[in-house]
C-alpha cells in the first residue's frame, strides 16, 4: 500500500478541489470556507457537478446528507444520482440545490419539543467546512440539520456556531495585541478514543451487552487488571490485523489515526488521531467509532463503546485534547520563546482558567449520560469535580506574577508581563496528571472526563462558548485601557488571584481532595440529574444567547432531551435485567440446586452413613440466593411499575437513579455470587473470565 496515495483517497478535500474547479469557483469556496462567506448558487452548481464526477470515478452511486442528529450517532438518507429521462433511459444528475440543502424527515428525531410531532419537516445545510467523502459507494456530504422554525435539531450547528463565537473574541484580543494579519482563530482538538474488543460469539449470548452495551451481571474473574500486564503490551494477532483494518479505512476517508496501544484493562485498547479543526475532529471520531464497530465483526470480534461495559476494570473514555491556533501557524497556547509571545501566551492561559473556573457546571454537563457516571470518579477517570492542572512550574510562574515577587529558575528575575526579564516558560514543564478532568500538557488542555460512546461536539461548544465569553471580556478591558501592556498584567493577576481555586496540582483521586474542593467551594455533581438543571439557568441562557451559540428554546430542548435520554438508558437496563433474571439466571439456579439435592439423596441411597454436610450446606446457600434474588427482582419490578410517566423529567430522572437503579445493583450482589457457585456449564452465559480473554 502506498500510504501517500491511500491517505484522504475518498475524500473531496481541498487537493482535490484546487485541481478540478475553475480557479474562480475554487476562490469563492476557499473564501466560504476561510472566511465565513456566502456561497453564490452558480458556484454550488459547479461545485456539485465537478463533486458528482469525482464521485462516480470512486464508484458512487448514491449521495447522502450526513448529519448528527441528538442520538449522538450519525443519520444519512441515501438518494441515487441517476435521475430518468424520456424514452426510458437515464442520466446521473446532482446539482447544486442538491448539495446546499436536503429535506429529511424530522419527525422522528429527538427535538425536546422544538417542533410539534405532525410538523416533520427538517433541512439538512450543507457545511463546506466539512470535507465530503464516499463511504460505502455513497457520496457523503457533511450538513448541519435544523428545524423548520430555524432551530438547532443537530450537534453540528452549535459547534459551528461556537466556533465563529471563538474565533470573533479570540482575535478581537489579537488584534489589540498587535496582531491584524491573524484573520481567523480555530479551535483545534484530538480525541483519543478508548474501545474494549471482545468475542463477537460470546457477545452474542449475553442480552445485557446486545441491549445495553454493558455487562448487567458478572462475577470477578481470578485475575483482572492486577498486574497491569495488558498495558502497552504486545498486540495479539487478530487484534492487529484489526487495528491495521482501521487504519487503512480511516486513512482513506482523511481521518489520520496516528497511535493505538493496548490500554489498562484486558481487551481495552486506544485510537489517537492527529489534532486538526474541531468540526473535523467531530465528524472524524464519529466515523471512527462506526468504522471500528464495523471493521470489529469481520475479525470476529465485538466493539463496544459504553463508558464502563464490565464492573471491576477500567472503563473507557475519550481524551479531548483541545487548543487555539491562527491561520498564520500560532498555537495561542504554547508558551513561546519571547516575552511578548509569552504575555500573549499567559493572557489566553487565564482566559482558559477563569472559564474553567466559572463554568463547571457546564463543562460536568457537557460529559453527562447514565454511562459515563458509572465511570466518573472511580480510580480510571477525573472524579466528577471540575478541576484543572498547570504542573508545578507553570503554577509556580502563576504564583510569583500574581504576588510580584521573584521567580526562581536558575536566576532570580523581575516577572513583569511583557519585560525582557520574563523568563521563557517551557513547553513540558512537568509529568501529566492522569488524575485531573482539565490538565494543561505543554500546548494543549487534555479534557478527560468525556465517555468512550460520546460525540465529542458538546464539551467542544462548551469549551469554546466559555472561553469566548472569557477573552470577549478581556478585548473590552483592552479597548478601554489606555496601556494595554499594563491591563494585561492586570488581567492576568486578577484571573489568577480570583480563580485560582480551580487549579489542583495533586490525586484527583483521593478522598482528601474530595473534602479540599467541597472547601475550595467547587461543584461536585456525582451524577446526570445532578448536573443537568445548570444547564438552564438564567446564567448559563444568558451566557449561550450573548455568544450566538443556543437560543432559550434550545437548550430547554437538550435539557428535555438529555434527561429523557437517562431515563430511557435505565428503564432499558432494568427490563434487560429482568428479564435475564426471570428467564435465565433462576432456572440455571433452580436446575443446579434440584441436581444437588438428586445428588445427596442417591448419595444417601448408597450408604446411609455418608457425611452430606457439604451437599446440605451448598443447597441452603443456593436456597438463601434463591430467595433474596426473588425477593430483589420483585423489588425492582416495583420499581419499574412505579415510574410516573406524568412527572416531569427531572423528577423521573430522579427516581431512575434513586430507586430504579439502586434496586437494579441490589439485585446484581446475590446474582453474582450465585455465578461463583452455579455449575459452569449450567449457567446461561459467558462469565467475566471468558469476555476478557481475547484469543
Not at 500573549?344 to 482566559?351: G, K, P, S
Request: charged letters at 25%.
Amino acid at each position: 500500500m502506498n500510504l501517500q496515495e491511500t491517505f484522504g483517497s475518498l475524500v473531496f478535500n481541498d487537493a482535490v478541489m484546487r485541481q478540478r474547479l475553475p480557479k474562480e469557483t475554487y476562490r469563492a469556496l476557499h473564501r466560504t470556507i476561510a472566511e465565513g462567506k456566502s456561497l453564490n448558487p452558480q458556484v454550488a452548481s459547479v461545485v456539485a457537478n465537478t463533486m458528482k464526477d469525482w464521485a462516480i470515478e470512486k464508484g458512487a452511486t448514491h449521495y447522502t446528507h450526513w448529519f448528527q442528529p441528538m442520538t449522538g450517532i450519525t443519520a444519512e438518507k441515501h438518494d441515487s444520482f441517476l435521475s430518468p429521462i424520456e424514452g426510458g433511459g437515464a442520466i446521473m444528475e446532482f446539482g447544486g440545490k442538491e448539495l446546499v440543502r436536503g429535506e429529511p424527515d424530522a419527525s422522528s428525531f429527538p427535538s425536546g419539543g422544538l417542533r410539534a410531532t405532525f410538523e416533520a419537516r427538517g433541512y439538512t445545510a450543507w457545511d463546506p467546512t466539512s470535507y465530503a467523502f464516499i463511504k460505502d459507494g455513497t457520496l457523503c456530504i457533511p450538513t448541519a440539520f435544523c428545524s423548520w422554525g430555524g432551530h438547532a435539531l443537530d450537534k453540528k450547528t452549535p459547534l459551528l456556531r461556537s466556533n465563529e463565537a471563538l474565533n470573533r473574541q479570540a482575535r478581537r484580543v489579537l488584534q489589540l495585541l498587535g496582531h491584524p494579519d491573524v484573520k481567523k482563530v480555530s479551535a483545534t482538538v484530538g480525541p483519543e478514543q478508548e474501545y474494549f474488543l471482545i468475542d463477537r460469539d460470546l457477545y452474542y449470548k449475553r442480552k445485557d451487552l446486545i441491549y445495553t452495551g454493558r455487562t448487567l451481571f458478572g462475577a470477578k474473574p481470578p485475575k483482572g487488571q492486577e498486574l497491569d500486564d495488558h498495558y502497552f503490551g504486545n498486540l495479539k494477532p487478530r487484534v492487529a490485523a484489526f487495528m491495521r483494518e482501521v487504519d487503512e479505512e480511516l486513512w482513506k476517508l482523511g481521518v489520520s489515526a496516528k497511535t493505538e496501544h493496548n490500554e489498562a484493562a484486558p481487551c481495552q485498547h486506544e485510537l489517537a488521531p492527529i489534532f486538526t479543526s474541531s468540526t473535523l475532529a467531530t465528524d472524524h471520531n464519529q466515523l471512527t467509532m462506526e468504522i471500528m464497530k464495523r471493521v470489529a465483526g469481520k475479525h470476529g470480534f465485538a466493539c463496544l463503546l459504553h463508558e464502563k461495559p464490565f464492573a471491576g476494570v477500567n472503563g473507557s473514555g475519550k481524551h479531548n485534547n483541545w487548543s487555539m491556533s491562527t491561520d498564520t501557524g500560532v498555537n495561542l497556547l504554547e508558551p513561546g520563546e519571547t516575552p511578548a509571545e509569552n504575555a500573549q501566551f499567559l493572557l489566553f492561559l487565564v482566559a482558559v482558567i477563569k472559564a474553567v473556573d466559572l463554568h463547571q457546571d457546564l463543562l460536568r454537563i457537557s460529559v453527562a449520560g447514565a454511562g459515563n457516571d458509572h465511570r466518573l470518579g472511580g480510580n480510571e477517570a477525573p472524579p466528577a469535580i471540575i478541576s484543572m492542572f498547570l504542573g508545578d512550574e507553570l503554577q509556580s510562574i502563576l504564583d510569583a506574577i500574581e504576588h510580584h515577587s521573584a521567580y526562581v529558575a536558575g536566576e532570580r528575575m523581575d516577572m513583569n508581563i511583557g519585560v525582557t526579564t520574563l523568563p521563557r516558560i517551557p513547553k513540558d514543564t512537568t509529568d501529566r496528571n492522569r488524575t485531573s478532568p482539565f490538565a494543561f500538557t505543554g500546548n494543549k488542555f487534555e479534557f478527560r472526563s468525556l465517555g468512550s460512546s460520546m460525540s465529542i461536539a458538546e464539551a467542544n461548544v462548551v469549551i469554546n462558548t466559555i472561553v469566548a465569553d472569557v477573552l470577549m471580556e478581556f478585548a473590552e478591558k483592552l479597548e478601554a485601557a489606555v496601556d494595554i501592556r499594563a491591563e494585561v498584567e492586570q488581567i492576568v493577576v486578577d484571573t489568577i488571584t480570583n480563580h485560582k481555586r480551580v487549579i489542583f496540582n495533586g490525586n484527583n483521586y483521593s478522598e482528601e481532595w474530595k473534602q479540599e474542593a467541597h472547601e475550595r467551594g467547587l461543584l461536585d455533581l456525582p451524577s446526570t440529574p445532578d448536573a443537568l438543571p445548570y444547564l438552564i439557568s438564567e446564567e448559563n441562557v444568558a451566557l449561550f444567547e450573548r455568544q450566538r451559540v443556543y437560543t432559550r428554546q434550545e437548550l430547554n430542548s437538550r435539557y428535555d432531551i438529555l434527561l429523557e435520554n437517562y431515563c430511557k438508558v435505565i428503564s432499558i437496563e432494568a427490563h434487560t435485567m429482568l428479564d435475564m433474571v426471570n428467564q435465565e439466571i433462576l432456572p440455571a439456579i433452580l436446575a443446579y440446586s434440584g441436581q444437588v439435592a438428586r445428588d445427596a439423596s442417591a448419595k444417601r441411597q448408597l450408604c446411609a452413613d455418608l457425611n452430606l454436610s457439604f451437599e446440605q450446606k451448598l443447597v441452603h446457600r443456593l436456597a438463601a440466593l434463591i430467595d433474596e434474588i426473588g425477593a430483589k427482582t420483585g423489588e425492582l419490578e416495583q420499581a419499574v411499575q412505579g415510574f410516573d410517566t406524568t412527572a416531569d423529567a427531572l423528577a423521573q430522572a430522579r427516581y431512575c437513579r434513586d430507586r430504579i437503579f439502586h434496586c437494579m445493583q441490589a439485585l446484581r450482589g446475590p446474582v453474582d455470587e450465585a455465578e461463583t457457585i452455579v455449575d459452569k456449564r449450567l449457567w446461561p452465559f459467558p462469565g467475566y473470565g471468558e469476555l476478557l480473554t481475547t484469543k
